[in-house]
């Protein structure tokens, strides 16, 4: 094949290797800003499989889709939505044994568990403060609170909208205020007394020392985490739901201690002091999966079909583990043995 060179060829060439490298950056560019642009935080379960096949165990239904569970001792306390109640049922085995329900304001926010075993729910003017008995005290008039806590002591802590955290005393008297963070959505009080808060549209998590004016140290929490729980003496474990890992931190001060993958799309997480091990939901799977903790790396003991839609999980004292769904499928009652590891 006959090459034709003109006299402007070295110049055409170059300006056209420019622009193919030009084009080649732009290209990488593109791609590096697709990835760096991967929206962090603001974290939400993920729409399950329409099928689900719960394995072993019971499942029961319970009076609407289950937001959260908290056990108290044997004792489980389900808060479903339409309306808005607690149902509390001792759980014997694998049976769901109903005993009160207790009716919650219509702007509820998620209930927790309290270290003096109450349970705790943030509504738009205050919390709700319910017993495993089922008895009620609302403590009002103190605006609207995204999350509640009670330190060891008895003081309550608020959440506020603007990312405050506000020390309490028990009946609700402002004493103290911590600002620092975009949004308070969880905070947990561990054994040891430390105090962690989590704001999950920016997917950070931080220590609370009471005694200071802001929140501090904060770290992020992966590329968007779901829900915290405590774990042991001075431990809380995130689901990182975006990043599909699982998260450990030591909450005096907040450190990460170990973050490795788990089945898609985690959201509830677990401790089951029973096992040793912690225990989480894949939305993305309608599974729950446990984890023992104690190599260092995080190893997989069980992986277990359950009810569609596993926003929520509880083990209680004697061991059930409890998954609700928040897609009418009710709860999904087990009590697992899991393998012994290989050494």
């Not at 939305?283 to 277990?304: K, M, S, W």
Request: net charge negative; with cysteine.
């Amino acid at each position: 094949m006959t090459l034709r060179v003109h006299r402007r060829s070295a110049v055409t060439a170059a300006l056209l290797s420019l622009a193919v490298g030009l084009a080649g950056c732009a290209s990488t560019t593109s791609q590096l800003e697709d990835y760096t642009g991967i929206e962090q935080g603001n974290a939400r379960p993920a729409a399950s499989p329409q099928v689900s096949d719960p394995e072993g165990g019971e499942v029961v239904p319970v009076p609407g889709s289950v937001s959260s569970l908290v056990a108290v001792g044997d004792t489980v306390v389900a808060q479903v939505d339409g309306p808005p109640t607690l149902e509390i049922a001792r759980v014997d085995g694998t049976r769901w044994i109903p005993e009160t329900t207790v009716e919650l304001p219509a702007d509820a926010g998620t209930a927790t568990a309290g270290v003096d075993g109450t349970v705790l729910v943030p509504f738009g003017d205050g919390v709700v403060v319910v017993t495993a008995a089922g008895d009620a005290r609302e403590i009002s008039g103190l605006g609207p609170v995204t999350a509640a806590a009670v330190t060891t002591d008895g003081r309550l802590l608020t959440g506020a909208p603007g990312g405050d955290v506000v020390v309490r005393d028990a009946d609700g008297t402002e004493q103290h205020r911590l600002a620092g963070l975009t949004s308070v959505d969880r905070i947990s009080v561990a054994r040891d007394g430390s105090v962690t808060a989590f704001s999950r549209p920016d997917t950070v998590i931080a220590s609370i020392d009471l005694d200071e004016d802001g929140a501090g140290p904060l770290l992020r929490a992966g590329k968007g985490a779901g829900r915290l729980d405590e774990y042991g003496e001075g431990t809380v474990v995130a689901s990182d739901t975006v990043g599909d890992t699982l998260l450990v931190y030591s909450t005096s001060p907040i450190r990460l201690h170990q973050q490795f993958p788990v089945a898609a799309a985690p959201w509830a997480v677990a401790g089951d002091p029973t096992r040793d091990v912690v225990w989480v939901t894949s939305t993305g799977t309608n599974t729950v999966q446990a984890y023992d903790l104690g190599d260092g790396t995080g190893v997989r003991r069980a992986e277990i079909a359950t009810v569609r839609q596993p926003d929520s999980l509880v083990v209680t004292a004697s061991g059930t583990v409890v998954v609700g769904s928040s897609d009418g499928a009710g709860l999904h009652l087990m009590r697992p043995s899991l393998p012994v590891p290989s050494s």
